[in-house]
């Protein structure tokens, strides 16, 4: 059962997205990070196979930052959420090495 930790600061966004993964079955949802250091400290402790990432949350990081985590974490997967859909952005994280990229459009099926 993989541990899921959301990154997001927007309280309703957050409880959009436990809504959502709880309807799907062996995730369970283990924390939430509302800032990088909140983010960079509860990966430590709760060292979840999964960090769910807003894209709009992005912006107070530096990309490169970001690619640091499994670097430390190797444990952690990140997963961008976005509701861009801009070859240009996704090619951005992808270059620094953030593979997995998925858009606020996509089906529960995606998900």
Same mark, same amino acid.
């Given at each position: 059962?993989?541990? *899921?930790?959301? $990154?997001? +600061? @927007?309280?309703?966004?957050?409880?959009?997205?436990?809504?959502?993964?709880? /309807?799907?079955?062996? %995730?369970?949802? *283990?924390?939430? $990070?509302? +800032? @990088?250091?909140?983010?960079?400290?509860?990966?430590?402790?709760?060292?979840? /196979?999964?960090?769910? %990432?807003?894209?709009?949350?992005?912006?107070?990081?530096?990309?490169?930052?970001?690619?640091?985590?499994?670097?430390?974490?190797?444990?952690?997967?990140?997963?961008?959420?976005?509701?861009?859909?801009?070859?240009?952005?996704?090619?951005?994280?992808?270059?620094?090495?953030?593979?997995?990229?998925?858009?606020?459009?996509?089906?529960?099926?995606?998900?």
């Amino acid at each position: 059962m993989p541990n *899921v930790m959301i $990154a997001d +600061n @927007q309280f309703l966004t957050y409880k959009g997205m436990i809504a959502t993964l709880s /309807d799907i079955p062996d %995730i369970r949802i *283990v924390g939430r $990070a509302a +800032n @990088q250091t909140e983010l960079m400290q509860m990966t430590a402790r709760l060292k979840p /196979d999964v960090l769910i %990432i807003d894209h709009k949350y992005v912006e107070h990081f530096n990309i490169s930052e970001l690619k640091l985590i499994p670097q430390q974490f190797d444990f952690a997967r990140i997963l961008i959420l976005s509701n861009r859909q801009h070859k240009n952005e996704i090619l951005d994280f992808m270059n620094e090495g953030i593979t997995n990229y998925i858009t606020k459009t996509c089906s529960f099926t995606e998900l």
